[in-house]
C-alpha cells in the first residue's frame, strides 16, 4: 500500500493574522512535522516584513517549504502550486515525516482539493486584457460574455467573482475550450492526498484589531526602509505587478499619491477588506474544523 496515498494531510487555514503561523510551532513542538505553505505573498523572495514571513528563527524550529520561491512580479499559478506543494508533500512522507499545510490562501487550497485546469501556456498579454475589460464594462457584462462561452461555469460562479470568471475566459482563449469541457475530459489536476481542514476563525472585532496592531509593527520593523531598498535595486516595477497588500500603499506614498499616515490606514483598510473575504470562503467551505484560537487548533491536532 502506498503511504503517500493513504496519509491524512492536515491543512491549517484561516484568514491573515489570525495566528496560522503559532498554531503550527505549537504543533511542531510535539509532532515532527514539515510545514508547506500555502500563501501566496510568502513565496515571493525579498519582500518579507510586509507578508508576516516566518523569522529566521521560527524556521530554524521546524522546516519549512514553499517560502522564497520566486521573484517579485514573476507569475506562479495553482497549477504549479499543485505539482509544487504535492512533490514536497511526497517527499516529507518519504522520510518519514508529516506533512502540515499551512496558508490562506484560498485559490491554492481550493485547487489542492478541487483541482485546476491545466494549461501548459500562459499568455500575461490576455489576462491583462481581461482584466482591462473588466474594469472598462464592469463584472455583470463579464459575467454575461462568460455565460455564453461557458454557461455550465458562468452557473456556478458569481459575477462578482472577478477572479474566476477573468480566469474561465482566460481558459477559453488559450485553449479554445471552455472550463467545463476541460474539466469533464479530465483535462485538470488535483492533489492525490486526502485532506483535512483545520481552520483558524476568530471573532471579527477581534481579528481586525490584530490586523491594525500588525501594521503598525511592520511599519515600526522597517516596511517603508525595506521597500525602498527593493527600489533602489530596480524592483519597483516588479513589486507592482506583485500586488502585494502593504508594498503597493507605500508605493502610492513614494510616488507622492498618498501621505505617510493615509498609506498605513489604506493598508489597514485593504487588510481588513481582504481577511473579510477570506473568512466568508473559508465559512463556506463545508468540509471544515473551525477554531477561535491558536493554541485551542494546535491541541486538537496534537491531542492537548
Not at 494531510?9 to 515532527?32: D, F, H, Y
Request: aromatic share 6%; net charge neutral.
Amino acid at each position: 500500500m502506498d503511504v503517500n496515498n493513504t496519509a491524512v494531510i492536515r491543512i491549517i487555514c484561516g484568514p491573515t493574522a489570525s495566528g496560522k503561523t503559532a498554531a503550527a510551532l505549537a504543533v511542531a513542538e510535539k509532532q515532527t512535522v514539515e510545514i508547506v505553505s500555502a500563501d501566496s505573498r510568502q513565496i515571493i523572495r525579498h519582500l518579507d516584513i510586509g507578508t508576516a514571513k516566518p523569522t529566521e528563527q521560527e524556521r530554524a524550529r521546524v522546516p519549512m517549504h514553499l517560502i522564497d520561491i520566486i521573484e517579485p512580479g514573476e507569475r506562479y499559478s495553482a497549477f504549479r502550486f499543485i505539482d509544487d506543494a504535492s512533490r514536497v508533500i511526497d517527499d516529507i512522507l518519504g522520510r518519514g515525516r508529516t506533512p502540515l499545510v499551512v496558508g490562506g490562501t484560498g485559490l491554492y487550497l481550493r485547487a489542492l482539493s478541487e483541482g485546476v485546469v491545466e494549461i501548459d501556456t500562459e499568455d500575461m498579454d490576455i489576462r491583462e486584457r481581461l482584466e482591462r475589460e473588466m474594469e472598462q464594462i464592469g463584472a455583470e457584462k463579464m459575467h454575461q460574455r462568460l455565460s455564453k462561452i461557458d454557461p455550465l461555469e458562468a452557473a456556478k460562479v458569481h459575477p462578482n467573482n472577478k477572479v474566476r470568471v477573468i480566469r474561465a475566459l482566460e481558459i477559453y482563449h488559450l485553449t479554445g475550450k471552455c472550463k467545463s469541457e476541460l474539466m469533464t475530459t479530465g483535462a485538470y489536476r488535483k492533489s492525490k492526498h486526502r485532506l483535512q481542514y483545520h481552520c483558524l476563525l476568530p471573532e471579527r472585532a477581534a481579528l481586525y484589531e490584530k490586523i491594525n496592531a500588525r501594521v503598525d509593527a511592520m511599519i515600526t520593523a522597517g516596511l517603508l526602509e525595506e521597500l525602498n531598498q527593493l527600489c533602489e535595486k530596480g524592483w519597483r516595477n516588479q513589486i507592482r505587478r506583485s500586488n502585494v497588500l502593504g508594498y503597493n500603499e507605500l508605493l502610492d506614498h513614494l510616488d507622492g499619491t498618498l501621505l505617510l499616515d493615509e498609506a498605513v490606514s489604506t493598508i489597514k483598510q485593504n487588510t481588513r477588506r481582504y481577511a473579510k473575504r477570506q473568512m466568508t470562503w473559508f465559512r463556506n467551505q463545508t468540509e471544515c474544523t473551525f477554531y477561535q484560537y491558536p493554541q485551542e487548533l494546535a491541541e486538537a491536532l496534537t491531542g492537548g
